[in-house]
Nanobody, 117 residues
Framework: QVQLVESGGGLVQPGGSLRLSCAASGFTFSRYSMNWYRQAPGKERELVAAITRAGDNINYADSVKGRFTISRDNAKNTVCLQMNSLKPEDTAVYYC??????????WGRGTQVTVSS
């Protein structure tokens, strides 16, 4: 049974940090690129960060570059997103997903991140 389970979301003040984790099971994790998306009310879904199967290529949205770091541990079937210097505009539901270079195959259910003073 395929599962992607996000955790680590919550409420944080501007300038603070959060670390999101996504635990994968039910498929061969190392064969998939992993991505973090986010979606805020009234805004389109946005690709935040992506990492290839071996972690050798990483991409970030311009809006988070320099503040967020994506990483993966294939031995533990996890992908993480370290978020620093958080801003109110980072408030969104954050989703991890897996793709096989053809299309996104699996989605998590998301975790809420709220940045507010």
């Amino acid at each position: 049974q395929v599962q992607l389970v996000e955790s680590g979301g919550g409420l944080v003040q501007p300038g603070g940090s959060l670390r999101l984790s996504c635990a994968a099971s039910g498929f061969t994790f190392s064969r998939y690129s992993m991505n973090w998306y986010r979606q805020a009310p009234g805004k389109e879904r946005e690709l935040v960060a992506a990492i290839t199967r071996a972690g050798d290529n990483i991409n970030y949205a311009d809006s988070v570059k320099g503040r967020f770091t994506i990483s993966r541990d294939n031995a533990k079937n996890t992908v993480c997103l370290q978020m620093n210097s958080l801003k109110p505009e980072d408030t969104a539901v954050y989703y991890c997903n897996a793709d096989d270079l053809w299309r996104i195959r699996y989605w998590g259910r998301g975790t809420q991140v709220t940045v507010s003073s």
